[in-house]
């Protein structure tokens, strides 16, 4: 049997790591220690998709679910961008990243590292400005 820490550590070694809290919990470390103790099912974690929940249902000896659907959406291709003429360098959308996959400084234009990004889409709400915008990193 795995120890408790050692659950968590690959349950977490599973997740995909977005920190976007669409499981219902701040970052993918807690969803993990909730699996880990049977608070939390397979199936919420939409960035993980449905291959995700099947991985957490092998690793947990669970039935396989597929992830709920009402809690977001699956699009790993799916990026932002920041369009610069309308920045106005606020630094809200940096703090909103869970990532750090937004840089720049205040009063200065910023701009989104595309590796990073993981579409969460955190950072489109906290821009006053409305300059974030979803694109489709495979096109």
């Known amino acids: 049997m795995h120890s408790p820490t050692n659950l968590v550590e690959r349950i977490d070694r599973l997740l995909p790591q977005t920190q976007c809290g669409q499981c219902g919990f701040p970052a993918c470390r807690p969803y993990a220690e909730a699996l880990a103790v049977g608070?939390?099912?397979?199936?919420?974690?939409?960035?993980?998709?449905?291959?995700?929940?099947?991985?957490?249902?092998?690793?947990?000896?669970?039935?396989?679910?597929?992830?709920?659907?009402?809690?977001?959406?699956?699009?790993?291709?799916?990026?932002?961008?920041?369009?610069?003429?309308?920045?106005?360098?606020?630094?809200?959308?940096?703090?909103?990243?869970?990532?750090?996959?937004?840089?720049?400084?205040?009063?200065?234009?910023?701009?989104?590292?595309?590796?990073?990004?993981?579409g969460c889409e955190l950072c489109i709400p906290a821009c006053p400005v409305d300059c974030i915008v979803v694109s489709d990193a495979s096109a």
Request: proline share 9%; aromatic share 2%; glycine share 10%.
């Open 39 to 118: 608070e939390a099912g397979i199936d919420h974690c939409p960035p993980g998709g449905d291959a995700g929940a099947a991985a957490l249902a092998k690793l947990l000896g669970k039935p396989f679910k597929p992830y709920d659907r009402s809690r977001g959406k699956h699009d790993p291709s799916l990026k932002v961008r920041i369009v610069e003429a309308d920045c106005i360098g606020c630094t809200k959308c940096i703090s909103a990243c869970p990532v750090d996959a937004i840089i720049g400084a205040a009063k200065l234009m910023h701009v989104v590292i595309e590796p990073l990004c993981t």
